[in-house]
């Protein structure tokens, strides 16, 4: 199986800022990567697809890069609705889909 | 706009089954043309995915930790997955979201419409 390892875990920043989500693929993965982000009590939402694609209605401030076995997701201009988990999800073979343990952005 | 809608989520006692259905609808939106998934997520944990099914139903994969006891089917008549899960264990419990994959086969996709979630609680 391929394991996916997020970093940090957690991190505190402030609104305006801009920071940077690591994740990493226990094996080349080439860019199957997506990103969801997921607020309090709702389902997940997609962000990121194929490592650097945007999905429709997902702000610019948003932005994934990466190939092989490591990512990044990177917000800029943090703003107030962007405090939630986010979670890598490796798309490359199947069984198992699997997802990064998350990273928790909390308002420093 | 595709709407994704979960059901059947309840207690259940160890060892009993359960039947999770999930409907999926939107104005020319093909249901066949779309592989189905099912993530559940347990209290204060991460995702775990679970199940996926292709667009035609001929092929269907799941997690090992499910292998054996549950079992994902589609009725493309009726815009409808289901998730069959038999045995079930108190490490099942979890919110069970299905979700709507971006292709017909299920591999190199993303999930791009996903359900509020249902809540299976198995306790005695």
């Known amino acids: 199986d391929i394991q996916m390892t997020q970093s940090p875990s957690s991190l505190s920043a402030s609104v305006g800022d801009t920071v940077t989500i690591s994740c990493r693929a226990s094996?080349?993965?080439?860019?199957?990567l997506n990103w969801y982000q997921q607020r309090p009590g709702k389902a997940p939402k997609p962000l990121v697809y194929?490592?650097?694609s945007l999905l429709d209605g997902v702000p610019s401030r948003f932005s994934g890069s990466g190939s092989g076995t490591d990512f990044t997701l990177t917000i800029s201009d943090l703003q107030p609705e962007d405090f939630a988990i986010y979670y890598c999800?490796?798309?490359?073979?199947?069984?198992?889909?699997?997802f990064g343990q998350g990273t928790r952005l909390e308002i420093k | 706009e595709v709407q994704v809608l979960e059901s059947g989520g309840s207690l259940v006692q160890p060892g009993g089954s359960l039947r999770l259905s999930c409907g999926c609808t939107?104005?020319?939106?093909?249901?066949?043309?779309?592989?189905m998934t099912w993530v559940r997520q347990a209290p204060g944990k991460g995702l775990e995915w679970v199940s996926e099914i292709s667009g035609n139903g001929g092929s269907t994969y799941y997690a090992d930790s499910v292998k054996g006891r549950f079992t994902i089917s589609r009725d493309n008549s009726k815009n409808t997955v289901y998730l069959q899960m038999d045995s079930l264990r108190a490490e099942d419990s979890a919110t069970y979201y299905c979700?709507?994959?971006?292709?017909?086969?299920?591999?190199?996709?993303?999930?791009?419409?996903w359900g509020q979630g249902t809540l299976v609680t198995v306790s005695s």
């Open positions: 094996q080349n993965i080439a860019r199957y």
């Open positions: 999800q490796q798309a490359f073979s199947i069984p198992p889909i699997t």
């Open positions: 979700a709507r994959s971006s292709n017909n086969y299920g591999l190199h996709d993303w999930f791009d419409h």
């Open positions: 194929a490592a650097s």
């Open positions: 939107g104005s020319g939106f093909t249901f066949n043309a779309y592989a």
